[in-house]
């Protein structure tokens, strides 16, 4: 008789642990899925969209990533983030100070042709600018 009552508790006390970890896994499926993300995402890209030869540095990127402008154009950089970037060309064309969140940097291409540009400080972050 004892065991029959261990075994009746032990069946309704995994009946509530499975209960509850069904419950607990929908509830983090829901909190888990933000409905804001996709809108953050296109957000960003308006503002990159709505500035012509603009790149934007945010979240250690650059933004975009490639970008095509004609032969005297001047691109715009900003960075966005919290920690400080530069903008260098990996010819030494060119390279700018250190740029601090919400500052900006300029330079005009003036020839044809493929630059690379990347980050001094975190050189992971590359870009790529095509002058035509």
């Known amino acids: 008789m004892l065991t029959n009552m261990m075994g009746r508790a032990l069946v309704i006390l995994l ?3 499975a209960i509850l970890a ?3 896994g929908l509830g983090v499926a829901q909190t888990t899925m933000p409905m804001q993300m996709p ?3 296109k957000a960003q890209k308006q503002t990159v969209a709505s500035t012509p030869n603009a790149i934007v540095i945010k979240n250690f990127m650059f933004t975009p990533m490639e970008l095509t402008v004609k032969a005297g154009t001047t691109v715009t950089w900003k960075n966005l983030d919290g920690e400080p970037h530069t903008v260098v060309n990996d010819a030494g ?8 969140q ?9 020839k044809p ?4 540009i990347f980050c001094g400080i975190h050189p992971n972050m590359k870009a790529t600018i095509t002058v035509q």
Do not use: E, H, I, P
């Open 22 to 24: 069904v419950s607990a």
């Open 113 to 116: 042709g493929v630059y690379k």
């Open 102 to 110: 919400n500052d900006t940097y300029q330079f005009k291409f003036d």
């Open 15 to 17: 009946g509530s642990v």
């Open 93 to 100: 064309l060119f390279r700018s100070a250190a740029l601090d």
């Open 39 to 41: 809108m953050q995402m």
